[in-house]
């Protein structure tokens, strides 16, 4: 016999697929759930649990269980690709919003990341991915000034790599990826709709031209609901 949470969770599952439950409805309390199908406050956690962990609800403190858009966009881990490529995959018509490009002296730790000696200069870009009027990406870019002698706020609202490969006839080979999750810092709160969101993933990226010069480093902070990472394995 299937558990009674299961039903409930299978139930609600079904709700939110079918679109009696669209995304930002606001789930019955624990206990009008428990009324509406005749069992235990514990058993409607387990359900509840369940559904969040498999990306179904959003728990938001003071408020309740909030169902999230089902619907996510494949980011692939592996590849090399900038966000305007990636968007017009995704079938959307994203917005870039250019918040900082300075020309400055790195700090230890983005000179550490770029093995920048103590002269070395960088260019650091902020910016705000939004998809369908919703802010989910934070890109911070770091580009080392030797190899990217200008850059304007036009260049980063389109895209930089374009401009890198089409315009100073850079050859960008590869890049190493690391994944991370953490709690989302003040300027991810400021700069995100992350209402409700505890965590944030983060892919640094470490990027190289054909002749092994590393010349970027950058932070991509994704709200956690929206994308799926994906990657292709072959044995």
């Known amino acids: 016999m299937t558990n009674k949470y299961l039903t409930i969770y299978n139930s609600i599952v079904e709700q939110i697929k079918n679109g009696e439950l669209p995304p930002q409805t606001l789930l019955p309390s624990e206990n009008e759930l428990k009324d509406q199908y005749e069992t235990s406050r514990e058993t409607i956690r387990k359900a509840l649990n369940l559904l969040s962990q498999n990306g179904y609800i959003q728990k938001v403190r003071g408020k309740g269980s909030i169902v999230i858009d089902i619907s996510k966009f494949d980011f692939p881990v592996s590849g090399l690709v900038s966000f305007k490529e990636l968007a017009s995959k995704m079938g959307n018509e994203?917005?870039?919003?250019?918040?900082?490009?300075?020309?400055?002296?790195?700090?230890?730790?983005?000179?550490?990341?770029?093995?920048?000696?103590?002269?070395?200069?960088?260019?650091?870009?902020?910016?705000?991915?939004?998809?369908?009027?919703?802010?989910?990406?934070?890109?911070?870019?770091?580009?080392?000034?030797?190899?990217?002698?200008?850059?304007?706020?036009?260049?980063?609202?389109?895209?930089?790599?374009?401009?890198?490969?089409?315009?100073?006839?850079?050859?960008i080979s590869f890049a190493k990826k690391e994944i991370v999750v953490v709690e989302p810092n003040n300027e991810d709160r400021s700069l995100l709709d992350l209402e409700g969101f505890h965590n944030v993933v983060v892919i640094k990226n470490y990027v190289y031209l054909d002749d092994a010069t590393l010349f970027q480093y950058t932070e991509s902070r994704h709200r956690p609901d929206k994308f799926r990472f994906v990657d292709f394995a072959r044995r």
């Open 94 to 171: 994203p917005t870039t919003i250019v918040n900082e490009l300075s020309f400055m002296k790195p700090d230890d730790y983005i000179r550490q990341q770029l093995q920048l000696g103590s002269k070395d200069m960088v260019w650091k870009v902020v910016r705000t991915r939004e998809i369908n009027g919703e802010k989910i990406i934070l890109d911070k870019d770091y580009l080392c000034s030797n190899i990217v002698p200008t850059l304007t706020e036009e260049i980063c609202a389109d895209s930089i790599y374009q401009y890198l490969e089409n315009e100073l006839n850079l050859s």
